[in-house]
């Protein structure tokens, strides 16, 4: 066999799948991974008859790769990626590229760009998503690293990517460094809040409404028919209509306990570091960290009690209702998401499209949609958008959602009914929406106890004051700095 067009290490899931993706698009792919059984038991079994060559040490690997070099690393993010990291370095060639594929955190995606390019080296850090099935048919891809790596793995990571309809793929370059990690981490946290926002109105359906899991199947079935057609409605629907063995559904006998590896938890700390309200997506956050209180809760529900559900209004209009309140608190879920990103862009001199950004999470990826076709649209017909929020079709789309919405976040809140990700992000809108919050009380306050300082609706922004409120301070104020 000739040599590969890219050597992959790490034969888990997401790395075995993404050879056989590369190998029906004629690529050559060499594979290497730790425990090295595993590499015959893949080239013996699913790569059996294909053009894949197993190697069974990183020299064999890299001996088998066409120059300049390729080899991506589908291992665990941490440490094994420094380790590899140390070992391919002395292996490898200027000009040579090593491509980290994992959900590796942003700074060190930073940190180890610098670190491999001053070694003469190429890097690539770049974010995969779609799980097993995209992994092998199409995931989204979205690669940063050296701007210089982009035009060599820019075909392979092209022809294995998601397409959208008219065939564009769903991978374009994202930007220097640590930029293609970044977005993936936002798109992870935006997933975090999709999937709470369909949980919200989930246990609506079920303990306000009282519906039926097949009643439940049915109205996400019909959702994924129209705008909020998307990957999470659908496996949605799917699971609601999942029975168990005794023909139950299998989802009430899933332990209310979730689980989390990270990535929603960096975006909401990354939201903290930049400043932008990121509400919605630490309210998830936050959801799945109560959720895992699970014993702590139900000790709880023997001793705090709220009002018992209870519902007798139009239950078809209701419903509707709820279909709104989704879209409209996922409108600003998203908004948030690209004001993250539009800081960090600045922060961390990124180059940022967030047209691009929204196609290649078009297809592929797990926050798949067609309400992400509107984005990238409200992209290209204004690229300097300041917010989603401001668009013209997002903005007409939310103001007539809006009445549902309030129906929806008060009659459930009435309820006692639990909805963070709903009611932030209905919150968020009254706030952003608002000319004058109560901010300048806040900033008395803080004058008030600690000499801090403010400004003034009357005088130049920039120009400071210090009150002596209660006569006895000093003439003394604080420095004005922010963090
Ligand atoms: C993807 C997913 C994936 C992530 C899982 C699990 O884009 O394919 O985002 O990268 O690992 O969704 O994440 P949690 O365990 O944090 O829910």
């Not at 056989?20 to 699913?46: I, P």
């Not at 998307?230 to 496996?235: A, M, N, P, T």
């Not at 990535?263 to 960290?289: C, F, H, M, N, Q």
């Not at 702590?296 to 009690?305: C, G, K, N």
């Amino acid at each position: 066999m000739s040599k590969a067009d890219i050597g992959l290490i790490g034969l888990a899931v997401m790395g075995e799948n993404l050879v056989l993706n590369m190998e029906s698009h004629g690529f050559t792919v060499a594979v290497y991974n730790r425990t090295v059984e595993k590499v015959d038991n893949f080239v013996n079994g699913r790569g059996k008859g294909k053009n894949i060559i197993g190697t069974h040490s990183l020299e064999e690997l890299v001996a088998n790769l066409k120059k300049p070099r390729k080899v991506m690393l589908m291992v665990k993010a941490g440490k094994p990626v420094d380790d590899f990291i140390e070992l391919l370095i002395p292996l490898l060639e200027p000009g040579d590229v090593i491509i980290d594929g994992g959900n590796s955190h942003f700074p060190d995606t930073i940190r180890r760009t610098k670190y491999v390019e001053e070694k003469g080296l190429l890097y690539i850090g770049t974010g995969v998503s779609g799980g097993e099935e995209g992994a092998l048919r199409g995931p989204s891809i979205m690669p940063g690293g050296s701007p210089k790596a982009w035009e060599l793995v820019k075909p392979i990571f092209q022809a294995i990517a998601a397409k959208v309809s008219d065939g564009t793929p769903c991978c374009d370059w994202v930007g220097e460094n640590g930029a293609g990690h970044f977005v993936k981490m936002v798109h992870n946290g935006i997933e975090y809040g999709d999937m709470q926002l369909i949980c919200e109105t989930y246990q609506i359906m079920k303990d306000l409404l009282g519906l039926s899991y097949e009643e439940m199947h049915n109205i996400f079935k019909e959702w994924n028919e129209g705008e909020l057609e998307s990957y999470l409605i659908e496996i949605t629907r799917d699971i609601l209509a999942y029975k168990d063995d005794d023909g139950q559904p299998l989802v009430e006998k899933i332990l209310d306990a979730a689980g989390q590896k990270g990535t929603g938890k960096w975006t909401v700390i990354a939201s903290l570091d930049s400043g932008i309200p990121l509400t919605l997506i630490g309210e998830a956050v936050y959801a799945r960290s109560l959720s895992a209180l699970k014993a702590e809760r139900v000790y709880a529900s023997t001793i705090l009690h709220g009002p018992t559900p209870k519902f007798d209004g139009d239950k078809k209009q209701f419903i509707e209702d709820l279909r709104k309140a989704l879209y409209a608190s996922k409108i600003v879920s998203y908004a948030q998401g690209f004001m993250l990103m539009r800081q960090a862009a600045k922060d961390y001199g990124w180059n940022l499209n967030y047209g691009g950004i929204a196609l290649m999470w078009r297809g592929g990826c797990i926050i798949r949609s067609a309400f992400l076709g509107k984005i990238k649209e409200a992209f290209d017909n204004n690229p300097e958008l300041p917010n989603l929020l401001l668009d013209p079709f997002f903005k007409e789309k939310i103001l007539s959602s809006q009445e549902s919405w309030r129906r929806v976040v008060s009659t459930a809140i009435t309820n006692g009914i639990w909805i963070p990700a709903l009611s932030t992000a209905l919150n968020f809108f009254d706030g952003y929406r608002n000319g004058r919050l109560p901010a300048n009380l806040l900033q008395a306050q803080r004058d008030y106890f600690g000499a801090h300082t403010y400004e003034r609706v009357d005088r130049p922004r920039g120009e400071f004051f210090h009150t002596n409120w209660t006569g006895r301070g000093g003439t003394t104020s604080s420095t004005t700095y922010n963090v």
